[in-house]
DNA sequence: TTCTACCTACCTACCGGTAGGTCTGTTAGC
DNA sequence: GCTAACAGACCTACCGGTAGGTAGGTAGAA
């Protein structure tokens, strides 16, 4: 059985199927733009004609907000159990940033749909993605306050030490290639090591 | 006189009609994407119908060519002089990334089309504008293999480093706000501090 | 029979771009 | 000084094409 939707914007029906559709939209979507791509060109990706699509989507917007929902969920529960795995703030920083980097790799497509098109996301259908959003960064935020507290990191404001952060993970969609010489998790932890050595008192 | 194009991809017409033209264009791309933005609302924006515009303008592509390649000539320029002007690698980089965080913050709607609007950006045509990229990339890994040959810097790969420096300036498209409260100058000291610590000898 | 999953055919809206005309200010010839 | 030619800048009307989405039908499984 595949994971129920959190919220069912979407016409039911094989989840199977579903599911390839929005893998295939997440894939057009990423090469193409969410404006530059058809739903023809992800019907074809699956096999399909466009109007079949419609049996399964409602709508093309419905395809990204799944793109968004079920990527934010992911790197929150990955992100969550690294945290709290970890023993103490440096830690948590460093296996945030490597779970963050390593989820760029395995996932480029939707990341880029997801750093790339937040165009469309505006309105009340999408505030529960853009809450979930700020949560995540906010996560990043406390273990960030939590080690000014500490003593642990110099006390820098939490709100833009965790921008700088996430930038170098997020940023890595526009170039690593995981197929290049370097693995996600050798280049997280030069970033865990630029970002721990930065915050670290003099 | 205003200055001549570089490169007179465009009918010449008017330079200061055109200037506004590729302006109002900036805007519109940047609110609505390249491929969601239509002539129509350009038009509209400096005043005239669609087909006037193709008076100053041969085709859409030329106002994203127009925009990437100020950019990158601006951005290239600025930082240079700031490059030249630091004494030791640890200022030059302190003072690009001063330079690019109030380069984002002075041109958020162009560094937003530059940084989101690439997917168009291929072909011949093209090839000159990347290129510039790519060297302005390289004057910041420069900096960090001199100061790593300097013993100033720590001996991390000059390209992954550019990567984890540049991403925290450009990062700042999605989420500065001029008008909030800390200046771009502000927060390019802090993430200047985070860097050249992060990359400082223990 | 009914439901699911798909199809062909089609609709409307809008896109980038063109054709071709008009208005206006500048210049040339007398 | 007057008029005729010209060119730049803009317009309305329109083209071919494609987009998202719908109508309505069919084949197969239960």
Same mark, same amino acid.
């Given at each position: 059985?595949?994971?129920?939707?959190?919220?069912?914007?979407?016409?039911?029906?094989?989840?199977?199927?579903?599911?390839?559709? =929005?893998?295939?939209?997440?894939?057009?979507?990423?090469?193409?733009?969410?404006?530059?791509?058809?739903?023809?060109?992800?019907?074809?990706?699956?096999?399909?004609?466009?109007?079949?699509?419609?049996?399964? =989507?409602?709508?093309?917007?419905?395809?990204?907000?799944?793109?968004?929902?079920?990527?934010?969920?992911?790197?929150?529960?990955?992100?969550?159990?690294?945290?709290?795995?970890?023993?103490?703030?440096?830690?948590?920083?460093?296996?945030?940033?490597?779970?963050?980097?390593?989820? =760029?790799?395995?996932?480029?497509?939707?990341?880029?749909?997801?750093?790339?098109?937040?165009?469309?996301?505006?309105?009340?259908?999408?505030?529960?993605?853009v809450g979930?959003r700020d949560a995540y960064e906010r996560?990043?935020?406390?273990?960030?306050?939590?080690?000014?507290?500490?003593?642990?990191?110099?006390?820098?404001?939490?709100?833009?030490?965790?921008?700088?952060?996430?930038?170098?993970?997020?940023?890595?969609?526009?170039?690593?290639?995981?197929?290049?010489?370097?693995?996600?998790?050798?280049?997280?932890?030069?970033?865990?090591?630029?970002?721990?050595?930065?915050?670290?008192?003099?």
């Amino acid at each position: 059985m595949t994971s129920a939707n959190t919220t069912p914007t979407v016409t039911e029906s094989a989840p199977a199927v579903r599911a390839d559709i =929005v893998e295939a939209a997440t894939r057009v979507f990423s090469e193409h733009g969410y404006d530059g791509a058809s739903m023809a060109q992800i019907a074809a990706e699956v096999g399909m004609r466009k109007p079949s699509l419609y049996h399964h =989507v409602r709508k093309k917007e419905d395809l990204l907000f799944a793109i968004h929902g079920q990527l934010i969920d992911e790197l929150t529960l990955e992100t969550r159990q690294a945290i709290d795995a970890a023993a103490d703030p440096a830690a948590q920083l460093a296996a945030s940033l490597r779970v963050a980097m390593t989820f =760029v790799s395995r996932n480029r497509d939707a990341v880029t749909v997801f750093l790339q098109e937040n165009r469309a996301v505006r309105g009340e259908r999408w505030d529960e993605v853009v809450g979930k959003r700020d949560a995540y960064e906010r996560m990043v935020q406390e273990i960030l306050s939590n080690g000014a507290a500490t003593g642990a990191f110099v006390n820098i404001p939490p709100k833009i030490a965790s921008k700088a952060i996430l930038a170098m993970a997020n940023w890595g969609y526009t170039w690593f290639n995981p197929d290049g010489p370097m693995s996600a998790d050798e280049v997280a932890d030069i970033f865990a090591r630029i970002a721990l050595t930065g915050l670290s008192k003099p």
